[in-house]
């Protein structure tokens, strides 16, 4: 079976249809997605319903979620000046979501989640640990490829495709569309498959990238 797995949509609907479409041509037959439906863009009700309509297996609850459906979780009014464009957006996107986009997002299930038939492979937002943690450096996937249960952990948040490992001859991979990387049950993996959202300071046309869907062949 191949998988789909998506991640920090966040309300961009015309970066998911793309996605979609690729993924249709590429014949998946499952979806995954990592969190952060929402936040930034101007179109969370329509990304959703999009999103619903081809039946994801797992969806995981992102920290935009989480904070769209409960403002104490982040408490905007002590956010710092940088924060505001991040504070402006989840205001506006709590205030305009319709009743069933809401109820949605209230259901969705913090990670680790795992799904029947992927053995010992895991899917978070943030972290294994946290929603809203950072994996960012060395250091980071270190101190969770350490501690992780899952021999595969998916992961989201940071919006930058990356391949964290314990393999000492490529421990850290930034994989171009269509990369193929030989898997093995001795060598844990942190896998980020990137973000439908641009990355802060990408041009446009380095956004494309990011719309590859991340393909796991459970059948090897």
């Known amino acids: 079976m191949r998988h789909c797995i998506l991640a920090d949509i966040h309300a961009n609907f015309e970066a998911l249809k793309a996605v979609l479409f690729d993924a249709q041509s590429e014949s ?12 930034y863009g101007g179109t969370p009700d329509k990304t959703i319903d999009l999103l619903q309509r081809v039946e994801p297996s797992l969806v995981v609850c992102g920290n935009h979620d989480r904070t769209i459906v409960d403002l104490q979780y982040r408490n905007p009014r002590g956010w ?32 680790p989640q795992q799904l029947a038939g992927l053995d010992a492979v895991g899917f978070v937002h943030g972290s294994p640990k946290r929603i809203d943690d950072y994996v960012l450096s060395r250091a980071d ?12 952990c998916f992961f989201a948040h940071t919006h930058i495709a990356v391949i964290h490992s314990t393999d000492r001859k490529m421990p850290l991979i930034y994989p171009e569309p269509d990369f ?25 046309t380095r956004q494309l990238r990011h719309f590859r869907p991340t393909r796991l062949d459970s059948s090897n």
């Open 28 to 39: 998946v037959d499952n979806y995954i997605c990592l969190g952060d439906l929402v936040g």
């Open 180 to 204: 193929t990387y030989p898997l093995t049950r001795k060598k844990p993996i942190l896998n980020q498959p990137g973000s439908s959202w641009p990355t802060t300071g990408s041009r446009p």
């Open 80 to 111: 710092h000046l940088h924060q505001q464009l991040e504070k402006f957006s989840l205001l506006w996107t709590h205030n305009q979501i319709c009743p069933e986009t809401r109820r949605y997002l209230q259901h969705l299930l913090e990670g």
């Open 141 to 152: 996937a270190k101190r969770h490829l350490k501690s992780s249960l899952q021999w595969i």
